[in-house]
């Protein structure tokens, strides 16, 4: 059996790298990018017109890597460190106004920084005004340092039956979809929650990312004695853990749960804003300004490159070159987003080159066929 000998030669490879590069390359590369979109919105179009594609239409929509940093920081352990200016008070199982009263007169004992009430109670009752009464009483006491939950964007607004415009009130809205981001704009539950706490330069119609690193929050049952050493000087979420009418889904489980209440992401929307270190994400068109640029250098240095010389296995390099591009790109993104802070979202350059291989072959068939 003879021997086969491989040498490694540098000067080869980079003349491979380099080989067969020709100026052609960049009108080549921006009628294949051209073919590139066709797809993209063609695909997105089928998405959104035909119910058996609607999967398809969703993945575009929820190609979201940062659920999977998140996700990678919180595997293997069931919480993240405990947040000490934050707590929550469950009223899971209080049933009647008069309950929920006189757990609040507790929470107001213990001094909290803010308390925040993330509940809308119905109109005024008919049949027990005393129960009323003691919920109004309490909450007038502690007007100076709470926000109540309105709902002003639902197809009816929603507000609590003592709304009479004295208090602060905060929107607490939910997308219906997964949860990744929040506006802290002005009225906004956590803003004006963390507003009432003191804190300043809060507010901001920029979207932010949620942190789900630190998803420890600690929540006192309604069973359990609220004390000053638990509460004092301390932001409170007041809220029903239980209620599966308030349940939202998650982009990583929170202490195990992919389905958590309102209360508990409201939570974790204060605690990254009381951080300050936000995940900066830059605008949709330099997003897509820059996943177009990647792309096309890409098809230019690559694809055209490849296709251009006729070689056997085309599209195995391209899928080779297509793989550590990805590579690279993931490691940019999460070194952009843990090291820096920005959130750089990689979904339109994922697409644009997945279709760089198919496109490209395609492009150079008609190319040869039409000369």
């Known amino acids: 059996m003879g021997r086969i000998n491989i040498t490694w030669n540098w000067s080869d490879f980079v003349s491979w790298l380099s080989g067969g590069y020709r100026r052609a390359h960049w009108w080549h590369a921006g009628a294949i990018l051209l073919l590139i979109v066709v797809f993209t919105c063609l695909l997105r179009w089928i998405g959104l017109s035909v119910a058996f594609f609607n999967p398809i239409g969703e993945a575009f929509g929820d190609l979201h890597f940062s659920d999977?940093?998140?996700?990678?920081?919180?595997?293997?352990?069931?919480?993240?460190?405990?947040?000490?200016?934050?707590?929550?008070?469950?009223?899971?199982?209080?049933?009647?106004?008069?309950?929920?009263?006189?757990?609040?007169?507790?929470?107001?004992?213990?001094?909290?920084?803010?308390?925040?009430?993330?509940?809308?109670?119905?109109?005024?009752?008919?049949?027990?005004?005393?129960?009323?009464?003691?919920?109004?009483?309490?909450l007038v006491r502690m007007k100076d340092r709470l926000v109540i939950a309105a709902n002003r964007t639902a197809p009816v607004p929603e507000f609590s039956f003592f709304s009479d415009g004295s208090y602060r009130e905060g929107d607490v809205r939910l997308p219906d979809g997964v949860l990744r981001s929040f506006v802290p704009s002005e009225g906004s539950f956590s803003a004006e929650v963390l507003s009432a706490a003191g804190y300043t330069d809060i507010y901001s119609n920029k979207e932010r990312l949620i942190d789900f690193r630190k998803a420890e929050l600690y929540s006192y049952p309604s069973t359990e004695h609220l004390t000053a050493a638990g509460l004092q000087g301390k932001v409170v979420l007041v809220g029903d853990i239980g209620d599966l009418r308030d349940s939202h889904r998650a982009a990583v489980p929170i202490n195990g749960k992919t389905r958590v209440s309102g209360v508990e992401l409201f939570a974790q929307e204060i605690y990254t804003l009381s951080q300050g270190n936000y995940y900066r994400q830059p605008s949709r068109w330099l997003d897509m300004v820059l996943a177009v640029l990647l792309v096309y250098l890409f098809l230019v240095f690559v694809v055209c490159r490849i296709f251009d010389q006729g070689k056997p296995f085309n599209g195995l390099l391209v899928g080779f070159w297509q793989l550590l591009f990805i590579v690279v790109l993931f490691f940019v993104d999460w070194m952009l987003f843990f090291r820096a802070g920005i959130w750089l979202p990689p979904g339109a350059t994922l697409i644009g080159l997945g279709f760089a291989g198919f496109a490209g072959e395609l492009f150079y068939w008609i190319k040869s066929h039409c000369k």
């Open 68 to 138: 999977g940093f998140f996700y990678s920081h919180n595997i293997g352990v069931n919480v993240g460190e405990p947040v000490p200016d934050l707590v929550i008070v469950d009223l899971s199982g209080l049933q009647s106004r008069e309950e929920i009263a006189a757990r609040l007169s507790q929470v107001e004992a213990c001094q909290p920084a803010a308390v925040g009430l993330d509940i809308i109670f119905a109109q005024a009752s008919s049949v027990d005004r005393r129960a009323d009464d003691s919920l109004s009483r309490v």
